[in-house]
């Protein structure tokens, strides 16, 4: 018997390549792209076969056989690897981590369900989900534009829609993935959303549109058989279009033609832990790579993308209204609150403005981006509290469930009976959440329907689909929520935002805060008025409470003017020398002690010395103290991204050699500062 010799990446943290026997004949060798079972310390692993080699350099007596080769599987093809590799590079990982973990667990485990019982039960599923096809609607000029441009691309071209809310981006997107799938019989497209559950009319959507073809859907919710089926018709070709979020960035598509972003801006394509990366930034280096079209929607860009637009990388093409016959962007108007003074969280105008749509029979939404029902209780006799006792931070109230919660390390109390320092029994609760906001508005509106759409009334798996369908249904007046209910949704009833307190955003410390504030408010105002104004409905409008009226992120909010302030803002960082214009890594480290992570970074500072490089010198994080771990971060920065490649590439191998009982990661362009 002949040998040959296996290398395989493996999902550890360890930076190296491991070789394993494999008895076959020659010209029988398996491939490089296929999986191999082989064991590693004491249990059995997937590998991914990365080379296949005559010699090892591991002594005979030590190379282990690999137990199997999945030969069922196609490989995955060098294309993949080299999209694996590259983001393996780019964010200072060992390729195992990146390419391992992605794969359906069926895949990576010892025994697995034979793959063509599997396939029948998808293509079982498809013939289901066969509805007649949907008709297209007559496309407006402008999105006629966009459409076409986006059909007719050819090669690497990168493109931004940038379309107001309401514009009918998803329109263009369908119709020029028409246009792909009727000229390219095999073709499959991407396209990505920010999150799956928050956008189930989209996946209604391309089914209805597209009868016949194949439809996979890769998300984080999906049970592992799904994910098996899901994963593997998108690697055999067989799903043309492949709807994901941001983890579908890493799926193998052999025949990808085209790839589609929509709200490119939004930041849950950032993975925020393990292998932290970027899926839009990986999508645009994987189309670049596959010399394809990629298109970024979105109606409060990014700064990186509307800068590339800007300076013409990027093809801008434009929506500038609503699509919806009379529909027209809401009116924006700001409540001061010094002096229309809330009760309950909601001013006078606000309660009137809604007063009125209820007696109209048309919806309204309140926005409110803090979930439970106030975020702390005190005890106003001795000054005492609800700080976590593991954070730095405060325990949140959840009246509905008697508890105290804190949001960061997920610590439950039952709300005390009285101050724990005092013994004083009149605890207060302080400020207001989504919960507080209900209660109040069920005691003003007795007669309304109104419904709670937060990540605490929407736990169950199912759940979020079911109120966002009753919402579509009218079966909810007033709708209150956090940033889930600002994305997307078209509910064509909404005539009023009410925005409450968004104001603390101002101050922050993150650079990004009013990027993000404002795309945040352009979003929510964005679901008003969407269906146009039928006979003796509400103008639609979006009323901003606040101290700070005379803001000028408010006012670009007021005059939807996306352009003047990203304008604005991207100047400014370029002044801080900040990112678009400057690139950035974060070495974190966490410790018990504080001292000891920042030794650790200390230490990791005086490592190594870059001329186009600057180390910051460690600070503690925001929030220092999580789960009983302290922690604090070094900024590394430098205006060539190669350079920070090069420097960053070097000191990693001298941070995995540093012996240090801290916890540390690395993170390239981070998003939170
Ligand atoms: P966006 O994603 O740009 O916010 P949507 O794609 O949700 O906007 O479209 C908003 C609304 O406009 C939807 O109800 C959609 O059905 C409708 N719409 C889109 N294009 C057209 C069109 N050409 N004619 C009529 N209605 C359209
Ligand atoms: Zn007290
Ligand atoms: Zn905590």
Not at 10 to 17: A, F, G, I, N
Not at 290 to 302: E, F, K, N, R, Y
């Amino acid at each position: 018997m002949s040998y040959c010799i296996l290398q395989v990446a493996l999902d550890t943290p360890l930076d190296s390549w491991f070789d394993y026997r494999w008895p076959c004949a020659p010209g029988e060798e398996p491939q490089v792209g296929q999986l191999a079972l082989v064991d590693f310390g004491r249990r059995e692993t997937v590998g991914l076969i990365v080379a296949v080699k005559r010699e090892s350099d591991v002594p005979p007596e030590k190379l282990k056989d690999a137990i199997a080769v999945r030969a069922q599987l196609a490989p995955l093809s060098p294309t993949w690897l080299a999209l694996a590799q590259f983001a393996a590079d780019y964010y200072q990982r060992p390729l195992g981590e990146v390419a391992l973990p992605g794969l359906p667990k069926n895949l990576r485990v010892g025994t697995t369900v034979p793959l063509d019982r599997a396939i029948k039960k998808l293509a079982k599923q498809e013939a289901a989900h066969d509805p007649a096809p949907a008709g297209m609607p007559v496309l407006n000029p402008a999105q006629q534009l966009a459409a076409d441009a986006i059909g007719s691309a050819q090669g690497f071209a990168p493109m931004l829609l940038y379309g107001v809310t309401g514009s009918g981006k998803t329109e263009v997107y369908l119709q020029a993935c028409a246009q792909v799938l009727a000229r390219e019989p095999d073709a499959q497209i991407l396209v990505m959303v920010p999150e799956i559950n928050l956008t189930p009319q989209l996946e209604g959507n391309i089914r209805a549109r597209f009868p016949g073809v194949m439809v996979a859907t890769l998300h984080s919710s999906l049970s592992e058989g799904e994910r098996m089926l899901h994963w593997l018709a998108a690697h055999e070709g067989r799903a043309r279009i492949v709807l994901g979020t941001r983890l579908a960035i890493l799926a193998s598509l052999p025949r990808l033609k085209l790839i589609v972003i929509d709200e490119e801006h939004d930041p849950s394509y950032k993975q925020q832990e393990g292998l932290r990366y970027s899926a839009r930034d990986l999508a645009v280096w994987r189309a670049h790579q596959l010399g394809i079209p990629i298109v970024l929607g979105s109606a409060t860009p990014s700064l990186e993308t509307w800068h590339h637009a800007q300076s013409g990388r990027y093809r801008k093409l434009e929506l500038r209204e609503r699509a919806v016959k009379d529909a027209v962007l809401p009116r924006v108007r700001l409540v001061d609150t010094e002096r229309d003074r809330p009760r309950e969280g909601l001013s006078n105008q606000l309660v009137a403005a809604l007063r009125q749509r209820m007696e109209r029979g048309e919806q309204s939404l309140l926005f409110l981006n803090r979930r439970g029902y106030a975020p702390v209780i005190t005890c106003e006799a001795c000054g005492w509290i609800s700080n976590c006792t593991r954070c730095s931070s405060f325990m949140v109230l959840h009246k509905p469930e008697h508890r105290l919660r804190c949001h960061h390390c997920s610590l439950e109390l039952r709300i005390p009976r009285a101050c724990p320092d005092c013994g004083n029994v009149d605890l207060q609760p302080l400020g207001r959440g989504t919960q507080r906001v209900e209660e109040g508005l069920q005691a003003m509106f007795p007669e309304a329907r109104i419904l709670r759409i937060d990540a605490d009334s929407t736990r169950r798996k199912g759940s979020a689909q079911a109120a966002f369908d009753s919402v579509h249904r009218g079966e909810v007046d007033i709708l209150v929520g956090t940033q889930m209910v600002a994305k997307g949704h078209d509910f064509k009833k909404l005539t009023l935002v009410g925005v409450l307190n968004p104001d603390t955003a101002l101050f922050s410390q993150d650079y990004r805060a009013s990027e993000r504030l404002f795309a945040q408010l352009m979003q929510v105002a964005g679901r008003a008025g969407r269906a146009g104004r039928g006979e003796g409905a509400s103008e639609s409008e979006v009323l901003i409470q606040t101290r700070y009226a005379t803001h000028p992120l408010y006012a670009a909010v007021v005059n939807h003017d996306y352009e003047r302030f990203a304008g604005s803002l991207l100047a400014e960082r370029k002044q801080a020398a900040l990112p678009p214009f400057m690139y950035q890594a974060l070495l974190r480290a966490e410790a018990r002690q504080l001292a000891d992570a920042t030794a650790f970074l200390e230490a990791a500072r005086d490592l190594l010395v870059s001329e186009a490089v600057f180390i910051n010198d460690p600070i503690p994080m925001t929030m220092t103290r999580v789960h009983n771990m302290e922690r604090a971060q070094l900024l590394v920065e430098s205006n060539s991204r190669p350079a920070l490649q090069a420097f960053l590439k070097a000191w990693m191998a001298d941070l995995r050699a540093m012996k240090t009982r801290v916890r540390w990661s690395l993170e390239v362009d981070p998003l939170d500062i």
